[in-house]
C-alpha cells in the first residue's frame, strides 16, 4: 500500500498569512503525528493524536498552531498569522497505534514563510 | 524534560572505515530507536532498541543500548558510499508514543 503522504510538498507564503498542511497517514494507523524539522536540526514534536484526539498537543509552539483529524484519518496543520521563524519542513508519521515502535514519516511540507 | 544529545555532529570518513555515533539521554528511556536520513529525504527508521544492554546487528550496522538505558550507539563497520545521510537516535517521550529526536550525525562517505 501507499505510504504517508503530504500536500503540499512546497508552501511559499507571507509573514501573517493563514497556511494549512494536510496528512494522510498510511490506511489503518490509528496514531498520527506532527513534528518541524530546520535545517540541520532533528524532527522536533509538534502534537500526536490517538484516533480522532490529539492525546498529546505538548509540543505546539503556541496558539498559533492548531491541528485536527476529524475522521481519525487525515489530519490538517494550521497555522495562523505566520511568522518568518515557522519557516521548516512539517513532517506527519504514522504508526499502527502501540507505545513506541516504528513511525513511518511522509516526505513532508517545506513551508518559507517571506 | 528530557534531552537527547548526539556526538559528533559530522562525521567524514574514507569508504571502507568504520563508523560510531552516540547517544545520551538526560532520562532513562524505555526505548530507544535510530531513523536515517538520506540529504532532501524524510526519516526511515531503521531500529528499536527495549532492553537493557540489548545488542541488534543488520548487516554491517551494529545497534547497542546502554545498561542503565540513558545511551546508545550506532556503529557501521566498513562504511560505503550509500551510507551517507544523517543519522538520528530518538528516545520515547513521556506520553509513551511521540519521540524525543537528537540533533543527528551527518555521515559522509567519500569513495
Known amino acids: 500500500g501507499a505510504g504517508v503522504s503530504q500536500t503540499p510538498s512546497n508552501k511559499v507564503t507571507e509573514k501573517g498569512k493563514y497556511v494549512e498542511l494536510r496528512c494522510d497517514p498510511i490506511s489503518g494507523h490509528t496514531a498520527l503525528y506532527w513534528y518541524r524539522q530546520s535545517l540541520g536540526q532533528g524532527p522536533e514534536f509538534l502534537i500526536y493524536?490517538?484516533?480522532?484526539?490529539?492525546?498529546?498537543d505538548s509540543g505546539l509552539p503556541n496558539d498559533r498552531f492548531f491541528a485536527v483529524r476529524p475522521e481519525g484519518s487525515v489530519s490538517t496543520l494550521k497555522i495562523q498569522r505566520t511568522e518568518r521563524g515557522d519557516s521548516a519542513v512539517y513532517l506527519c508519521?504514522?504508526?499502527?497505534?502501540?507505545?513506541?515502535?516504528?513511525?513511518?514519516f511522509g516526505p513532508g511540507t517545506r513551508l518559507t514563510v517571506l | 524534560g528530557q534531552q537527547v544529545m548526539q556526538i559528533p555532529q559530522y562525521q567524514h570518513v574514507q569508504e571502507g572505515e568504520d563508523f560510531t555515533t552516540y547517544c545520551n539521554s538526560s532520562?532513562?528511556?524505555?526505548?530507544i530507536q535510530w531513523y536515517k536520513q538520506r540529504p532532501g529525504g524524510h526519516p526511515v527508521f531503521l531500529i528499536q532498541?527495549?532492553?537493557?544492554?540489548e545488542v541488534k546487528k543488520q548487516k554491517r550496522l551494529t545497534f547497542q543500548f546502554g545498561e542503565a538505558k540513558k545511551n546508545s550507539s550506532l556503529h557501521i563497520t566498513a562504511t560505503q558510499t550509500t551510507d551517507v545521510g544523517t543519522y538520528f537516535c530518538?528516545?520515547?517521550?513521556?506520553?509513551?508514543?511521540?519521540?524525543?529526536f537528537g540533533k543527528g550525525t551527518s555521515l559522509l562517505v567519500t569513495p
Open positions: 530518538a528516545g520515547i517521550r513521556g506520553s509513551g508514543y511521540a519521540l524525543n
Open positions: 532498541l527495549v532492553k537493557s544492554g
Open positions: 493524536f490517538q484516533g480522532t484526539g490529539a492525546a498529546d
Open positions: 508519521a504514522s504508526s499502527p497505534g502501540l507505545a513506541g515502535g516504528e513511525q513511518f
Open positions: 532520562t532513562t528511556l524505555s526505548n
